[in-house]
C-alpha cells in the first residue's frame, strides 16, 4: 500500500505561482509512476502532468504545457507540480496519483493509490 499526502496549495492571484508537493509512504517509491490530476467544481477530473516510474516525462495536458513542471525526487520520496503564470481556470482540487510501474498514462483508471487533494484557488 502507498499513502499519499498532498500539500502546497491556497490562494493565488492570476499570474502568480505555487508549487504542490505529494509525499509518498510505502512501497518501493522509485518503483511507482506518479500524476497529478485535478478537479473543478462541478467537472469531471482532469489529467494535468505525469512521470514515469524510471523519471521519464509524459506529456503535460495542452491546458498547462509550458506553466506547469512535474518532477520527482526519489530520495525524499516526493513528487512536485511547480505552477507558474497561473489562470483563473487553473481552480480546483489537485490530486496526486500512483500505479506500480506507472508509464505516465492519462487515464485515472490506471492509478492504484490517490491522496486526498489539496485546494487550489486563484482569483480573477
Known amino acids: 500500500q502507498v499513502q499519499l499526502v498532498e500539500s502546497g496549495g491556497g490562494l493565488v492571484r492570476t499570474g502568480g505561482s505555487l508549487r504542490l508537493s505529494c509525499a509518498a509512504s510505502?512501497?518501493?517509491?522509485?518503483?511507482?509512476?506518479m500524476a497529478w490530476f485535478r478537479q473543478s467544481h462541478g467537472k469531471e477530473r482532469e489529467f494535468v502532468a505525469a512521470?514515469?516510474?524510471?523519471?521519464?516525462?509524459?506529456p503535460y495536458a495542452d491546458s498547462v504545457k509550458g506553466r506547469f513542471t512535474m518532477s520527482r525526487d526519489n530520495a525524499e520520496r516526493t513528487v512536485y507540480l511547480q505552477m507558474n503564470s497561473l489562470k483563473h481556470e487553473d481552480t480546483g482540487v489537485y490530486y496526486c496519483a500512483a500505479a506500480h510501474y506507472g508509464s505516465g498514462r492519462p487515464e485515472s483508471s490506471m492509478y492504484d493509490f490517490w491522496g486526498q487533494g489539496t485546494q487550489v484557488t486563484v482569483s480573477l
Open positions: 510505502g512501497g518501493i517509491f522509485s518503483r511507482y509512476g
Open positions: 512521470i514515469r516510474w524510471d523519471g521519464g516525462r509524459a
